[in-house]
């Protein structure tokens, strides 16, 4: 399992469970439950509590939780409670998570979404959807993982459940890194990060930086992934988060060790490993043992407590390789060993829990037989019409995603032969034309030279024009730096011609930031536009050009010393309407201050889009 999905099982699974309990009980201590329900009586609030403790329990032992689970669930039946049903369904769906059986894990968040659809529960659908999404993230299925993730996102928004709302961003990113997709992957964990950073939720802080430490590492980026992920473990350890410190800490030191920085690599592993051995971690024991063993085949670190003489004794450097490996193949078989008990185990108590229930049914079916029959055929057509649905939304929005990879090519595919073909057939025009100019020179034929001029003049405005668009629709140029360096080439050109001096106040450093292709070509056609005006028109000599991002806006400034003009004649000018007009296209808004003989400020203020 990799870091990312590592860290999520170990901080947002039980978080996500916190989360969920909050937003609907007060969070109790397993006593405290077992007390409560001793004295409960046979209604909803046992089986909020019987609940809570199938949730806390399964931390410790899945089939003790699995059988409390099914009581709520029995309960919440013979009250003929819907929401206390959803709850149940989610617990079940929860215990068969953790064991591995991610089908039936499905089945019952499906018919959590059914019943809380049918109580008006939208807090239940938005965990029963969060958590499918998850389900198919361990299934390795990125593409229903987004899918369920972007509906629970929607809802989470729609209700303003601020936690449910970093979680799910976050999710996003775990999947597109999982597509390789790492700008995008990247775009939903800072975006995840600032949500939990918003909420004070630490833990999911250190989550998201952990994330993006391991997107870094898959890039062979490995200064940027040990910046974030020490800051992760940072979070961690200051929160007592030991499970989740052992898991981060036992990457920097793999990092440490990709970079050769061995003595580096040996402290955080050996850290990560007494840690593991001390919570009884025995996948990151394995791991720790396996790195170790690594790190003593290429280093010449020494083994700890011995003498210098010992730094270059390559045979017990050998020894001690050897030992690690062997510990190491020593807690893989007795991992594989556990997991096969395990499922026997699991097997064994779901065969006896099967075996009771069916004896049940048989002496209920005497006086039930007809009824029964009735309602099987009724939630086998219900679950039949509900799988048909999902799986036509399935097809739907995979048609969409795969419209939306042919676009990207139809567009790459665009910019080329739009420079290729019409490009270099305008090039040529504009060559001979001037080729043209240049022969008549000694001749007098004016008329002649004069539509020679207009040709050579109206195919460079093509060319210009052209570019734009070949600019415009080129995949490539959909980032920030692409859109600022096309500015400062565009204005340079232009103010320099006129010798007028300027200065850029643009961000310096790199961001993660993509436009569509509708936002970027308004943005950068209203930036030309004021730039055009400002050379022809204000007569200044110095021009000064901003660019400021937020977290919520793009400000673009364009200011002057020049001669300025009457607000009121603004009115009548086309130029100004078409950068309103296309203002208006990206939900932006222009402002334009201009005093006599003082110069002129136009701000262009539009949201993020990051």
Same mark, same amino acid.
């Given at each position: 399992?990799?870091?990312?999905k590592l860290v999520l099982l170990l901080g947002i699974v039980f ?32 089986? @909020? ?27 919440? =039946?013979?009250? @003929? ?24 894990? !499905? ?12 109580? *008006?529960?939208? /807090?239940?659908?938005?965990?029963? !959807?969060?958590?499918? *999404? ?15 993730? $972007?509906? &629970?996102?929607?809802? $989470? ?17 775990? &999947?597109?890194?999982? %597509? ?31 994330n993006i430490g391991s997107l870094y590492i898959e890039l062979a ?51 990560? #490993? ?5 919570? *009884? ?6 791991? +720790?043992?396996?790195?170790?063993? =690594? ?13 210098? &003489? &010992? ?7 050998? =020894?001690? +390789? !050897? ?6 193949? $020593?807690?893989?078989?007795? #991992? ?28 209920? +079916? ?21 799988? #048909? ?33 019409? *490009? ?14 240049t022969n008549l020179k000694e001749t007098n034929d004016e008329k ?13 405005? %093509? ?46 450093? /790199?961001?993660?930031?993509? !436009? ?17 005006? %400002? ?44 950068? /309103? ?30």
């Amino acid at each position: 399992m990799n870091l990312c999905k590592l860290v999520l099982l170990l901080g947002i699974v039980f978080a996500s469970q916190t989360g969920y309990a909050q937003a609907t009980w007060p969070n109790m201590a397993i006593d405290s439950l077992n007390k409560l329900i001793r004295i409960d009586q046979e209604d909803t609030n046992k089986v @909020n509590h019987l609940v809570l403790l199938s949730r806390e329990i399964s931390r410790q032992n899945t089939d003790t939780a699995f059988i409390i689970a099914n009581t709520a669930l029995d309960l919440a =039946n013979k009250l @003929n409670w819907v929401k206390g049903t959803a709850h149940a369904h989610i617990a079940i769906a929860w215990c068969y998570y953790v064991r591995g059986n991610y089908s039936k894990a !499905l089945e019952y968040n499906f018919k959590a979404i059914k019943t809380g659809e049918a109580s *008006g529960d939208k /807090q239940t659908v938005l965990f029963a !959807l969060s958590s499918i *999404g998850q389900v198919y993230d361990s299934e390795d299925d990125p593409y229903k993982a987004i899918e369920y993730h $972007a509906k &629970a996102l929607q809802l $989470a928004q729609e209700i303003h459940d601020e936690w449910s709302i970093a979680r799910n961003t976050g999710m996003m990113g775990t &999947a597109y890194q999982d %597509l390789k997709k790492y700008p995008l992957a990247l775009q939903y964990y800072f975006t995840a990060y600032r949500l939990t950073e918003k909420i004070g939720y630490s833990n999911g802080m250190a989550i998201w930086l952990s994330n993006i430490g391991s997107l870094y590492i898959e890039l062979a980026r490995y200064d940027s992934a040990l910046w974030y992920l020490n800051r992760s473990a940072a979070i961690f350890r200051s929160s007592g988060n030991q499970w989740a410190y052992a898991g981060t800490i036992l990457d920097i030191g793999k990092v440490h060790l990709t970079q050769k920085k061995y003595r580096k690599s040996f402290t955080s592993l050996d850290t990560a #490993l007494h840690i593991s051995i001390r919570l *009884g971690a025995l996948e990151d024991q394995r791991n +720790a043992y396996l790195a170790l063993s =690594n790190l003593y085949k290429e280093s010449d670190i020494g083994l700890p407590g011995m003498n210098n &003489a &010992a730094l270059l004794n390559k045979e017990l450097m050998r =020894n001690q +390789a !050897l030992t690690y490996y062997q510990q190491y193949v $020593a807690m893989k078989d007795s #991992l594989n060993n556990r997991e096969v008990q395990k499922r026997s185990l699991s097997l064994e108590f779901e065969n006896k829990t099967a075996s009771a229930k069916m004896e049940q049914e048989k002496k209920d +079916a005497v006086s039930k037989a007809e009824l029964y029959t009735q309602k099987i055929i009724r939630n086998s057509f219900i679950a039949g019409s509900l799988l #048909l649905m999902l799986l036509i939304v399935v097809l739907v929005n995979r048609s969409k995603l795969k419209r939306g990879i042919e676009l990207e090519k139809m567009r790459s595919r665009l910019s080329r032969d739009l420079h290729d073909d019409i *490009g270099s057939t305008l090039s040529s025009i504009n060559i001979l034309s001037r080729t043209a100019q240049t022969n008549l020179k000694e001749t007098n034929d004016e008329k002649t030279k004069a539509s020679l001029e207009k040709i050579n003049e109206r195919s460079q405005r %093509l060319l210009d024009s052209m570019s734009d668009i070949i600019w415009n629709i080129n995949p490539g140029n959909d980032t920030m730096e692409e859109v600022m360096s096309r500015m400062r080439e565009y204005a340079t050109s232009l103010l320099e011609a006129k010798n007028i001096e300027y200065s850029f106040n643009f961000p310096k450093q /790199q961001m993660d930031c993509r !436009l569509s292709m509708e936002v970027k070509n308004n943005l950068y056609l209203i930036f030309k536009e004021a730039v055009n005006n %400002l050379s022809k028109y204000s007569g200044c000599t110095h021009a000064t050009l901003s660019l400021v991002l937020d977290e919520k806006n793009i400000q673009l400034t364009i200011e002057d010393n020049g001669i300025g003009f009457n607000e009121a004649e603004l009115k009548h000018r086309g130029g100004l309407l078409n950068m /309103q007009q296309r203002a208006q296209e990206i939900k932006g808004n222009i402002s334009i201050h201009s005093v006599i003989n003082k110069g002129t400020r136009i701000v262009l203020t539009m949201p993020g889009y990051c």
